[in-house]
């Protein structure tokens, strides 16, 4: 049964806002635009010179921005590492006053059983947050070796069962193939303990990772971003574990530091005037007050990171 909740509460969202320190009239870019929720706040922040782009490769998605009728709101149905050589042609490079990333999925992805996000509701392991393109996870589980998902459940879901689930995922597939979501959970509880979260968590947030290659992606739209925005404009990222939030948190720091000169190295004034140059400052970090984790429980682990560029 395909079992969707209309209800998204996008987290931290007048943190996001905020901290984006919006113009009226400023050029703005959504890179997840997911149920809409933070472009929506966006847009009434704006005048009529103010612009919107938002970014989702997600059907439904792509569904509710269709239905978004305003002269200041663009949509591209995209990954956002893509959106550059759109942005290139719109002639916004080095003109955007905010960029903001909300690199959770939505509860409305994750309660559409047909997506397979979950690992509570039963339906077919795809995982693909474009259903469109490439692989599902089904398919991958079936294809890859062990060490190749030991990897990967180790790397992006920091899974201490690793190895036994890889192990066990390639006697299983010699069986039957794994192609339902709940497959794959029950397969998980029986090998890891559960304790505070559910045994399949990990795994589940490792695979979705690998299929949609979501840190590669994330790593490209950081680079990007150095490039489309304005001195003083703000890049607003929510993430929602531990190597999402590691990957920002290295590239606010190492772009917000001056280079070391080693000693003995001959230079000039100008040469080290533009050496002393960062591209970021470092604005924020929020994490949701306790009231906020109370009303939306998904929001337990977010953390919201701002950075102007100079």
């Keep these: 049964m395909n079992n969707i909740h209309l209800t998204h509460i996008p987290v931290l969202k007048e943190e996001a806002i905020t901290s984006l320190n919006i113009k009226q009239n400023g050029i703005y870019i959504d890179c997840t635009f997911g149920c809409g929720g933070h ?40 990954n956002f590492s893509n959106a550059l050589q759109y942005f290139q042609k719109t002639n916004i490079t080095k003109k955007v006053d905010g960029i903001l990333l909300d690199l959770g999925v939505s509860s409305i992805q994750i309660s559409n059983s047909n997506r397979g996000f979950s690992f509570l509701l039963n339906g077919p392991l795809d995982m693909r947050m474009n259903p469109k ?8 589980l079936m294809r890859a ?31 039957k193939p794994i192609a339902k979501t709940l497959e794959l959970a029950d397969l998980i509880k029986n090998i890891v303990p559960r304790r505070n979260k559910h045994p399949a968590t990990r795994t589940f947030q490792a695979i979705r990772i690998h299929i949609n ?15 489309l925005l304005n001195s003083g404009g703000r890049l607003v990222i929510i993430s929602f574990h531990s190597l999402e939030d590691r990957i920002v948190k290295k590239f606010f720091i190492k772009n917000s530091n001056t280079p070391l000169i080693p000693m003995g190295i001959a230079i000039n004034e100008i040469q080290l005037k533009n050496l002393k140059k960062t591209k970021l400052k470092i604005i924020n970090k929020i994490i949701p007050t306790k009231n906020e984790i109370k009303k939306n429980l998904k929001s337990r682990s977010a953390i919201l990171r701002t950075s102007e560029k100079t």
């Design 213 to 227: 290659q979501e840190l590669i992606e994330l790593k490209k739209v950081l680079k990007y971003a150095l490039t």
């Design 145 to 175: 070796n062990i060490k190749s998902i030991t990897n990967v459940l180790y790397e992006f879901g920091e899974e201490r069962f690793a190895k036994r689930i890889a192990n066990q995922i390639v006697r299983q597939r010699k069986i």
């Design 39 to 78: 472009s929506k706040e966006i847009l009434k922040n704006l005048n009529q010179n103010g612009k919107l782009y938002a970014i989702d490769k997600d059907p439904f998605s792509i569904n509710i921005a269709s239905k978004i009728q305003d002269h200041r709101f663009y949509f591209i149905s995209d």
């Design 133 to 140: 393109i490439g692989i599902t996870a089904s398919q991958w």
